[in-house]
Nanobody, 120 residues
């Protein structure tokens, strides 16, 4: 039912910043959890960070903690991933995903991904 569309990816130099957007369909988007994941070529998809919708608390992978920030704009049904001090190792396809309900065992909605390339 819910569609997620990522945007904002691109090419950026190391040390630069980029903000990714995840737009959700529907009148009101209120999942249990909204997560960001990334996958580099030849590697498995990894967790980047997530927001618990109720209360808005966030958690991040150690590799991005202190550099990445998740936020949201409820009026626009959009979630953002602000990425600062980017490093070449951040290069990957970034996906947003939603866990719609507490009892859903896995993230059940996924976006198509957006490419982020960080050059040195």
């Amino acid at each position: 039912q819910v569609q997620l569309v990522e945007s904002g990816g691109g090419l950026v130099q190391a040390g630069g910043s980029l903000r990714l957007s995840c737009a959700a369909s529907g009148r009101t988007f209120s999942p249990y959890r909204l997560g960001w994941f990334r996958q580099a070529p030849g590697k498995e998809r990894e967790f980047v960070g997530a927001m618990f919708w109720s209360g808005g608390s966030t958690d991040y992978a150690d590799s991005v903690k202190g550099r990445f920030t998740i936020s949201r704009d409820n009026a626009k049904n959009t979630v953002y991933l602000q990425m600062n001090n980017l490093k070449p190792e951040d290069t990957a396809v970034y996906y947003c995903a939603a866990k719609s309900r507490y009892f859903v065992p896995r993230y059940d909605y996924w976006g198509q991904g957006t490419q982020v390339t960080v050059s040195s």
